[in-house]
């Protein structure tokens, strides 16, 4: 991992936490003045909790169980006054922009270990791994897929298929959207998709990918020919990229592009295997799901990386061909 990169990110942790917290206590100070019974009611309380804490602690069950009565009634007391009381959402708890680690870019698990949080995590391959790969998640999502830029033309000998492009790419969406639904499901398919350039297959990874994060997962987007060379450099010494090749093997999910595009050697389709195959594998009840986006069609994908590979592919992808017309050609032509 980046040091520096974690330390800078770590220290935007720490002013996003304290800016959270500072603007809670800003908000439940103006409410308490404006509801100044219940921060009386709040300070008998707070004061009441060390009075139990001093009674156990000196072994005084009558008293300890007394103030405990008197707590009841007083949390009581506050439970009805709330209830007829419109509390602002900043007031009820500080809002962090990560609810998971509460914005110190860490999460204790079950077993007491601490690691980092996914959302921290995101950042890092972000900066360090995807770069530009998957910036633009703001345009290119659900909300701006445009089904009226496939035809709803049945052109069987154009585009070898008895359904519009329209038609394809709606189907195309019902899967992508359950692959996105039961991402947690280990019997559900990874993606595969296949066709031509300028499709919106990139598109539909990115819409994908979004909806991914926006459920706390981890992406990490690489191409095909940049990923396997990474990889071939780490394996021959040539590079420290165990980091690299660690997250492309465990990430949530791994976006692998231009497949296809890669120059080849026995060892890249070994390698390729490999990640294909390790991330086929549930370890620790951690499911990991792959898109993986080329320009070759099937019989192309057999005969360019074996039958290992393709095996893989066919058995365990949904695989989608998309077809129709250009779609930035269009895009161009509009313009």
Do not use: W
């Given at each position: 991992?980046?040091?520096?990169?974690?330390?800078?990110?770590?220290?935007e942790?720490?002013k996003?936490?304290?800016?959270?917290?500072?603007?809670?206590?800003?908000?439940?100070s103006?409410?308490?003045?404006?509801?100044?019974?219940?921060?009386e009611?709040?300070?008998?309380?707070?004061?009441?909790?060390?009075?139990?804490?001093?009674?156990?602690?000196?072994?005084?069950?009558?008293?300890e169980?007394?103030?405990?009565?008197?707590?009841?009634?007083?949390?009581?007391?506050?439970?009805?006054?709330?209830?007829?009381?419109?509390?602002?959402?900043?007031a009820?708890?500080?809002?962090?922009?990560?609810?998971i680690?509460?914005d110190?870019?860490?999460?204790?698990?079950?077993?007491?270990?601490?690691?980092?949080?996914?959302?921290?995590?995101?950042k890092?391959?972000?900066?360090?791994?995807n770069?530009?790969?998957?910036?633009?998640?703001?345009?290119?999502?659900?909300?701006?897929?445009?089904?009226?830029?496939?035809?709803?033309?049945?052109?069987?000998?154009k585009?070898?298929?008895?359904?519009?492009?329209?038609?394809?790419?709606?189907?195309?969406?019902?899967?992508?959207?359950?692959?996105?639904?039961?991402?947690?499901?280990?019997?559900?398919?990874?993606?595969?998709?296949?066709?031509?350039?300028?499709?919106?297959?990139?598109?539909?990874?990115?819409?994908?990918?979004?909806?991914?994060?926006?459920?706390?997962?981890?992406?990490?987007?690489?191409t095909?020919?940049?990923?396997?060379d990474?990889?071939?450099?780490?394996?021959?010494?040539?590079?420290?990229?165990?980091?690299?090749?660690?997250?492309?093997?465990?990430?949530?999910?791994?976006?692998?592009?231009?497949?296809?595009?890669?120059?080849?050697?026995s060892?890249?389709?070994?390698?390729?295997?490999?990640?294909?195959?390790?991330?086929?594998?549930?370890?620790?009840?951690?499911?990991?799901?792959?898109?993986?986006?080329?320009?070759?069609?099937?019989?192309?994908?057999?005969?360019t990386?074996?039958?290992?590979i393709?095996?893989?592919l066919?058995?365990?992808?949904?695989?989608?061909?998309?077809?129709?017309?250009?779609?930035?050609?269009?895009?161009?032509?509009?313009?």
């Amino acid at each position: 991992m980046n040091t520096s990169t974690l330390n800078t990110l770590l220290k935007e942790y720490e002013k996003k936490k304290f800016n959270a917290e500072l603007k809670f206590e800003n908000a439940k100070s103006s409410f308490y003045k404006l509801h100044p019974y219940l921060s009386e009611i709040n300070d008998k309380l707070n004061s009441t909790a060390l009075d139990i804490s001093k009674a156990i602690l000196n072994g005084d069950f009558d008293l300890e169980n007394k103030l405990k009565q008197d707590f009841e009634i007083l949390k009581s007391k506050k439970d009805n006054l709330l209830k007829n009381i419109n509390i602002p959402i900043e007031a009820k708890e500080p809002i962090y922009e990560c609810p998971i680690c509460k914005d110190t870019g860490y999460i204790t698990l079950d077993n007491n270990k601490t690691v980092l949080c996914n959302c921290i995590k995101q950042k890092i391959f972000d900066i360090d791994f995807n770069k530009s790969n998957i910036g633009n998640l703001d345009k290119e999502n659900f909300d701006n897929f445009n089904l009226d830029l496939y035809s709803d033309t049945v052109d069987v000998k154009k585009y070898n298929a008895k359904i519009s492009p329209r038609q394809n790419i709606i189907n195309i969406k019902e899967i992508a959207t359950n692959f996105i639904d039961n991402f947690d499901d280990p019997d559900e398919k990874n993606l595969l998709f296949l066709g031509n350039t300028g499709l919106g297959k990139t598109f539909l990874s990115n819409c994908i990918a979004k909806e991914v994060l926006d459920n706390k997962k981890t992406v990490l987007y690489q191409t095909s020919p940049i990923m396997l060379d990474n990889i071939i450099d780490y394996r021959f010494g040539k590079s420290d990229l165990k980091e690299v090749y660690d997250n492309i093997i465990n990430v949530d999910l791994l976006v692998i592009d231009d497949l296809g595009a890669e120059s080849l050697n026995s060892f890249k389709i070994t390698e390729l295997f490999n990640i294909i195959n390790a991330r086929l594998l549930s370890t620790n009840n951690n499911v990991r799901k792959t898109i993986i986006s080329t320009n070759l069609n099937m019989n192309n994908l057999f005969e360019t990386y074996g039958e290992r590979i393709f095996s893989r592919l066919a058995s365990y992808y949904s695989i989608c061909r998309f077809f129709g017309d250009d779609i930035r050609l269009l895009n161009l032509r509009k313009k």
